[in-house]
């Protein structure tokens, strides 16, 4: 999930083309939560900010971590918002969601995402 349809494009091409899984992007925040929980994926890789001031990411991973449902969904967040991350991670109940900083290398978001899924990277 993220407003950025070039990041999209990119996660598609790695995710679905290089690493052979099944790709689901998203560029609309309203609903993102109940789409969660309908396909219950494997892992999210979502951005905290929707835009400069709208902090939509925030409310979608709040929700999903506050929601039994989906709360044991691994949740990756992407962003080149690292300071606001950092300052509201602890809000997150007490759990744990890697960060990548954008810019990122293709191989540490693969790493990261192989992590989540509680494998290590071929």
Not at 10 to 26: C, K
Request: hydrophobic share 40%.
């Amino acid at each position: 999930m993220d407003d950025d349809p070039g990041f999209l494009e990119l996660m598609r091409d790695l995710f679905a083309g290089t690493e052979g899984f099944e790709v689901i992007t998203r560029k609309e925040w309203t609903g993102a939560d109940e789409l969660v929980r309908s396909l219950r994926p494997d892992v999210v890789v979502l951005d905290i900010m929707a835009g400069p001031r709208d902090p939509a990411g925030w409310y979608t991973l709040e929700t999903l971590r506050g929601d039994p449902r989906t709360r044991n969904v691994p949740v990756i967040v992407c962003s080149a918002s690292g300071a606001a991350f950092d300052e509201r991670h602890r809000r997150l109940m007490g759990t744990t969601v890697p960060f990548v900083p954008k810019p990122f290398q293709l191989d540490e978001m693969v790493r990261t995402v192989e992590a989540a899924l509680g494998r290590s990277a071929a």
